[in-house]
Nanobody, 116 residues
Framework: VQLQASGGGLVQAGGSLRLSCAAS????????VGWYRQPPGKQRELVGT???????TYGDSVKGRLTISRDNSRNTVYLEMNSLKPEDTAVYYC???????????WGKGTQVTVSS
């Protein structure tokens, strides 16, 4: 299983970004996928997940501003980020949980920096 994240960068506070994560080597549509992030000097935390049926969960700090979606035809999960704040600065990691094994796989991460 390989997960390739893209779309990170530098943005001003209040701006928007969309992250993408393309999966390969897996039956993507059967698996829960999502995003975590690790702010500088802090532990990795949940951003949100989306199940194989499209049900979503979000971390408390991002509810209402960040939206997860998936396109099974492209084996890709997206993270739409709006109204970005400096505290959203982090390395963002995409994540996939194997439906039959429960194994968790991580992408390499993409840096998002929000300037004030």
């Amino acid at each position: 299983v390989q997960l390739q994240a893209s779309g990170g960068g530098l943005v001003q506070a209040g701006g928007s970004l969309r992250l993408s994560c393309a999966a390969s080597g897996v039956s993507f549509r059967l698996n829960a996928v999502g995003w975590y992030r690790q702010p500088p000097g802090k532990q990795r935390e949940l951003v949100g997940t989306i199940s194989s049926t499209g049900a979503t969960t979000y971390g408390d700090s991002v509810k209402g501003r960040l939206t997860i979606s998936r396109d099974n035809s492209r084996n890709t999960v997206y993270l739409e980020m709006n109204s970005l704040k400096p505290e959203d600065t982090a390395v963002y990691y995409c994540w996939l949980r194997g439906w039959s094994t429960g194994n968790v796989y991580w992408g390499k991460g993409t840096q998002v920096t929000v300037s004030s």
